[in-house]
């Protein structure tokens, strides 16, 4: 069966359960949340989070609890060179587990971290020794710290398949290690997933391993390959093209991975910039049909229109 969701939000009273409800109105069968805004780490007691309420529905309308997954806020950086920083990161994300535990959920999807100036090696050492002691603190969870892909834009670690094996296996606790493979980042870093989709595949199976893999995130990019630049686009609007998306999505190596959308939304106007609809509902429905809609970005636009009045 075809798992397949988006980032969805999590906020106001009805956070977790609002979070079901998003991705039940996308006609999705997993999702993915931050557990409080990605870009502070300002957080609800998980008791606050309507979790049980939440998990009643997921039962009800098939959403597997393993199949949902957690993304760290992207400020975090176990790389940082500054050491109070570091142990704030450390702290947060052990925190981040255990949230996630709390939730019922397998995995937290975590960008490795950016070297600021202080060269890969150095950034990959700090990595691990703090994967170290967050892997330490959280061993009665069975949460999976998801190291993603990245495109390399600024000092990112993570922007070929070496620096995240060398993460990997160096970490004492490397079973509770999985990889989150993004398509516009793997694409930005210069992987040929277009005309070399086995090549790229068998080159991931040989340094990390494809049984590595935990989640993959879907997302076409608007830069051409090996820009560095992580700026995603709507499927088959980008760089990367429906195709090669759609080959990926139905893969049935990956059939048991869940899928996650974190594709742009779309103004409802070209001259209302800010007023956005999510794309994920009518996106959902393409990779379902396996059929790549030119019309889409008008049509969420037009539908918004009607829904209006
Ligand atoms: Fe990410
Ligand atoms: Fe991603
Ligand atoms: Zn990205």
């Known amino acids: 069966m075809l798992k397949i969701g988006s980032h969805v939000s999590m906020n106001g009273k009805k956070m977790l359960l609002g979070s079901v409800e998003e991705a039940l109105s996308y006609d999705a069968n997993t999702f993915m949340i931050y557990t409080g805004a990605p ?65 019922g959920f397998k995995q937290i999807v975590l960008h490795p971290g950016a070297h600021v100036k202080q060269g890969a090696d150095a950034g990959i050492k700090r990595i691990v020794a703090n994967l170290d002691k967050v892997l330490e603190s959280t061993q009665k969870t069975d949460v999976l710290i998801a190291l993603e892909t990245m495109s390399g834009k600024g000092t990112e670690i993570g922007r070929n398949f070496e620096e995240l094996q060398a993460i990997i296996e160096r970490v004492q606790h490397h079973e509770r290690l999985s990889v989150c493979l993004d398509t516009c980042h793997i694409h930005d870093a210069g992987y040929d997933i277009i005309n070399d989709y086995e090549g790229v595949l068998q080159q991931f199976d040989a340094i990390i391993g494809l049984d590595r893999l935990s989640v993959l995130h879907i997302n076409d990019s608007k830069n051409k390959m090996g820009a560095h630049k992580d700026r995603h686009e709507n499927l088959g609007f980008g760089e990367i093209g429906f195709d090669t998306l759609s080959k990926m999505i139905h893969d049935v190596r990956f059939s048991h991975l869940p899928k996650i959308l974190e594709t742009p939304y779309l103004p409802k106007t070209s001259d209302d910039k800010k007023r956005i609809y999510p794309p994920y509902k009518y996106e959902i429905e393409m990779i379902k049909t396996k059929t790549f809609n030119p019309d889409l970005k008008k049509i969420i636009r037009d539908k918004e229109k009607l829904t209006q009045v």
């Open 39 to 103: 870009q502070n780490t300002k957080r609800k007691p998980t008791e606050a989070m309507a979790i049980e309420k939440a998990h009643q529905l997921m039962g009800e309308k098939g959403i597997d609890k393993k199949d949902v997954v957690v993304h760290a806020p992207y400020i975090m950086n176990l790389a940082n060179p500054d050491p109070e920083k570091q142990a704030f990161a450390v702290e947060f994300l052990t925190e981040e587990i255990h949230r996630a535990h709390q939730m």
